[in-house]
């Protein structure tokens, strides 16, 4: 399968001991099913990260080589998508690693004690941002601007505000604990609006 045949069938069931079993087991079918299913969903999130188009496809079939390759390891406990995302963050970390420094942020205990609550909500949430995704000059803005902030902030606010992905999935991902997530999409969401801003693009 290429990466532009991407199927439209409806999705089997992916979940359950029966599933499970089918996976650790490396059974064929079950394996292609996954493949077919998230596919297109993984190849878009390397994409979202920052990849070139050859890199995100380079970096799509690793994943889903490491996740045959490691597929009797699945327990269960998260939902397989969530498996296959752990695995992409980690092939993106390689891939962008040595490419830039990561830049500096300000204390997480600063940001936190004056952002958020003890329970991990906002305080002052931040103005809600409307990003017009279908404008091409827009999306190159924002890619551009995404690059201003570290890997893992643009995992999340890719995770978050692309893919769609729960808080409980995206902080098993990228192993932080919700505040952390808050803390991560906060400075992302900012870092992305003060950067379209001077590129001269207003809400």
């Known amino acids: 399968m290429t990466f532009q045949e991407v199927s439209q069938d409806p999705l089997p069931e992916m979940e359950g001991r029966d599933f499970v079993a089918r996976v650790r087991a490396g059974d064929r079918e079950t394996l292609e099913d996954v493949v077919h299913a998230y596919l297109g969903q993984i190849l878009r999130a390397a994409r979202g990260a920052g990849l070139s188009p050859e890199r995100a496809e380079d970096v799509t079939q690793a994943t889903f080589v490491t996740f045959i390759e490691v597929a009797r390891r699945f327990e269960g406990r998260s939902h397989v998508r969530t498996f296959l995302f752990g695995i992409l963050y980690k092939k993106i970390a390689e891939a962008r690693r040595g490419e830039r420094r990561e830049q500096q942020t300000d204390s997480i205990e600063d940001l936190v004690e004056s952002r958020f609550a003890l329970d991990g909500s906002w305080q002052r949430p931040p103005r809600p941002l409307d990003l017009e ?53 906060y400075r992302s969401r900012n870092r992305l609006r003060e950067c379209l801003e001077t590129k001269g693009f207003r809400e």
């Open 133 to 185: 995704l279908q404008d091409a000059e827009i999306r190159d803005a924002i890619d551009a601007c995404l690059d201003q902030v570290s890997t893992q902030q643009r995992m999340a606010f890719v995770l978050r505000e692309l893919e769609g992905l729960t808080t409980e999935e995206i902080c098993k991902i990228l192993d932080v604990t919700r505040t952390n997530l808050g803390v991560m999409l």
